[in-house]
T-cell receptor, first 112, second 116 residues
């Protein structure tokens, strides 16, 4: 699975959009981009995933560049409850295993 | 609530001891994963079971073992415990499609193990 690079930490004002970048320059054609988050020692929570088209669900939007070498997770209106560590993971979706390889992630601090 | 349950929530034990962590996956999920999260190592994949069979192994120590039972619950056994085994242990489950399409994983609340 391709490696990812994320900023260590970011701040965001409450009510503003939080834009979390992720670089995955060695991504291959059959690898998807997944985002999970972990709120203070709770179990990680799935947010969204995508292959090459932009994706949106009730939690967030995922923007993947045309060359697929980077992506951005967007939380449109961040709240204090969105303070968490956000993990960008690249993995093959059809595989003999669904194991997730977590990096260090980005600690997002949403401030009032 | 993810639908994945883990027991116990907290476990305090001494070095050299053996413990068993239990996980019940979401109804209908055939895959169970175990992850370890320690302060210095971050979240690490340990092992995956699919419908009772081991599917993938990560950096799981030989002192650790796991199994998945016919009712699909899973247990992680940790033996000869060392101070460095103190960590959060998470279980996750997922649905696997017919073509091996792995969907998102749902994580339990974790078991916090403290080895004294």
């Amino acid at each position: 699975d391709a490696k990812t690079t994320q900023p260590t930490s970011m701040d965001c004002a409450e009510g503003r959009a939080a834009n979390l970048p992720c670089n995955h320059s060695t991504i291959s054609g059959n690898e998807y981009v997944y985002w999970y988050r972990q709120i203070h020692s709770q179990g990680p929570q799935y947010i969204i995933h995508g292959l090459k088209n932009n994706e949106t669900n009730e939690m967030a939007s995922l923007i993947i560049t045309e060359d697929r070498k980077s992506s951005t997770l967007i939380l449109p209106h961040a709240t204090l409850r969105d303070t968490a560590v956000y993990y960008c993971i690249v993995k093959v979706r059809w595989s003999n295993t669904g194991k997730l390889i977590f990096g260090q992630g980005t600690t997002l601090q949403v401030k009032p | 609530d993810s639908g994945v349950t883990q027991t116990p929530k907290h476990l305090i034990t001494a070095t050299g001891q053996r413990v068993t962590l239990r996980c019940s996956p979401r109804s209908g999920d055939l895959s169970v994963y175990w992850y370890q999260q320690s302060l210095d190592q971050g979240l690490q994949f340990l092992i995956q079971y699919y419908n009772g069979e081991e599917r993938a192994k990560g950096n799981i120590l030989e002192r650790f073992s796991a199994q998945q039972f016919p009712d699909l619950h899973s247990e992680l056994n940790l033996s000869s415990l060392e101070l460095g085994d103190s960590a959060l242990y998470f279980c996750a489950s997922s649905v696997e499609g017919a073509s091996g399409d792995y969907n998102e994983q749902f994580f339990g609340p974790g078991t916090r193990l403290t080895v004294l």
